[in-house]
């Protein structure tokens, strides 16, 4: 019996040395036991399809990097989802993921804590990753802030576009109608923002930004092929409540990244 445990324990301390390591994945059938076993730890939630590059190289570059490996083994609990097979598709629903890869960290209870959507580099990736470990504007940070000042116009619209990531349009619209509500929207961007979610809330795609006029750009309904925030083509068309051209500050259009600029097709004259 001494002699298995001294056995077991050169076999760790051989792992231990082995900086190629691979990285801590563990396998489980029921996700909920994940969380009840976490602790202090927080749960890494990898979905992914075996189809696409993005999540192969995530694997390989990412994912193979000896400091996320560590951070990992420190502080992670870590499954990986293939979202097309087996339990993938009801925990992928779960979460409402829309695109691969994406990554959700997840605390003890099995609350999403933030996301890291596509691809990142090691060092992009474990930037994230002490990030939402610290608690820097995660979704949970996010509502704490909430609470203590709900009328910060940065908390509510940072809040949004953390739901709008998560692919929650309806508690995003929220937040932008809580900016318009308190009359906290000088920029005109929240105003935007609530047309925009209305109209994808609506199954409608809603405006496409033209070439700039003075200070402004012009945001005008149309009939056009768009596209999803996650860049991915759909041929959707607008059925807007209004006709009329919206005009955004130069300067803060930046922020609507959801549509490239000047991507009109037809029946988009400004």
């Known amino acids: 019996m001494k002699f298995k445990f001294l056995l077991f324990s050169f076999f760790c301390f051989l792992l231990s040395c082995d900086s190629k390591l691979a990285y801590p994945w563990i396998t489980v059938s029921d996700l909920d036991q994940v969380f009840k076993i976490a602790g202090d730890k927080l749960v890494l939630i990898d979905f992914e399809t075996e189809w696409w590059t993005w999540c192969d190289r995530l694997d390989v570059d990412t994912f193979n990097d000896d400091k996320i490996k560590k951070f990992a083994n420190d502080y992670l609990l870590s499954i990986k989802i293939d979202a097309e097979k087996g ?8 979460f409402n993921i829309r695109g691969y890869p994406t990554i959700v960290i997840a605390n003890n209870k099995g609350y ?51 739901y709008e990531g998560k692919g929650d349009i309806a508690s995003a619209n929220r937040m932008i109608n809580a900016i318009l509500a308190a009359n906290i929207d000088s920029s005109g961007v929240a105003y935007f923002f609530s047309i925009l979610y209305e109209a ?43 006709k009329d051209k919206l005009a955004l500050p130069y300067s803060r259009v930046s922020l609507a990244s959801t549509f490239p600029p000047k991507l009109c097709a037809k029946n988009c004259a400004p």
């Open 87 to 94: 339990i993938g598709p009801e925990i992928a629903k779960r």
């Open 112 to 162: 999403e804590v933030d996301r890291i959507v596509g691809y990142l580099s090691p060092d992009s990736f474990l930037k994230e990753l002490h990030r939402i470990r610290k608690g820097k504007n995660t979704i949970s940070s996010l509502l704490n802030k909430f609470q203590s000042n709900p009328n910060n116009f940065n908390t509510l619209f940072n809040l949004a576009k953390k």
């Open 200 to 242: 994808i809330e609506t199954s409608f795609v809603l405006a496409v930004i033209f070439a700039p006029v003075g200070n402004s750009l012009i945001v005008s309904p149309c009939d056009i092929q768009t596209w999803e925030p996650t860049g991915t083509p759909t041929n959707k068309s607008l059925l807007s409540s209004t």
